[in-house]
């Protein structure tokens, strides 16, 4: 089972006003089979974080540290982390031109596993994939993200978790944009990979929506670059009564 450790974590971008620190000493621990929700207002650093932990090179670590089963992930080029075993769902995810989605997920799961998958299992794995998320096979011959709406690019980036099998997912607000239905079948792609494999998850969210569907063990509050207060499912219902007003004041 792995385990994804951060430590007083601390992330700078250039902007045109000049640096600025975006994560200001974020401490987390997840661990194999545990799920996590990272709920926080607009602009307090959430997906700086996500893009921290996959190695954006937008964002400059200035301090503290990212373990992986104990190996520096900081150290890392974005593609080993992806073979150490992280999973970014973006959430903004990016159209690649010229490159269908079934090629870009048989390069990556080859890319990750040091192997191509067998011809026979991976296509029945990509059509039952699929199936279950409600996707039409006709997507497969499709450019990544060219074109999808902003349901289809959340199934799709569901889809290659639930192919590639990480032991770590952070899902950068894969619930925002989708209507109810795209939701659930959302929602159960998440849970099918907590069933079938130890994956950690971070699932980060600025509604609580996703938590009726997807439960987490524990729930962060981030403000201001950090974790201001953490606690179990209850503190995802108080948010959802008072807001985040109460963390804003004197922020
Ligand atoms: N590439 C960037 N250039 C300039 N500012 C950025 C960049 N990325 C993030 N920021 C700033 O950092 C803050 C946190 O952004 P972000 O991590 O996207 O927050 P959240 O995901 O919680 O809404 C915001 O004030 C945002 O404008
Ligand atoms: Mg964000």
Sequence with gaps: MSILEIKNLHATVETPEGTKEILKGVDLTIKGGETHAIMGPNGSGKSTLAYAIAGHPKYEITGGEVLLDGEDVLEMSVDERARAGLFLAMQYPVEVPGVTVSNFLRTAKTAIDGEAPS????????????????????????????????????????????????????????????????????????????????????????????????????????????????????????????????FLVGA
Excluded at 137 to 158: C, T
Excluded at 179 to 198: F, I, M
Excluded at 215 to 222: A, G, I, N, S, T
């Design 119 to 246: 011809l026979r299992t991976w296509v029945k794995d990509v059509k039952g994939a699929m199936d279950d998320l409600k996707m039409d096979p006709v997507f497969a011959e499709r450019n990544v993200n060219e074109g999808f709406s902003g349901g289809e690019k959340k199934r799709h980036e569901i889809l290659q978790m639930q192919l590639l099998k990480p032991s770590i997912a952070v899902l950068d607000e894969t619930d925002s944009g989708l209507d109810v239905d795209a939701l659930r079948v959302v929602s159960e792609g998440v849970n099918r990979a907590k069933e079938n494999t130890e994956v950690g998850i971070m699932l980060i969210t600025h509604y609580t929506r996703i938590l009726q569907y997807v439960k987490p063990d524990f729930v962060h509050v981030f403000v201001n670059g950090k974790i201001a207060e953490q606690g179990g499912p209850e503190l995802a219902e108080r948010l959802e009564a008072e807001g985040y007003d109460r």
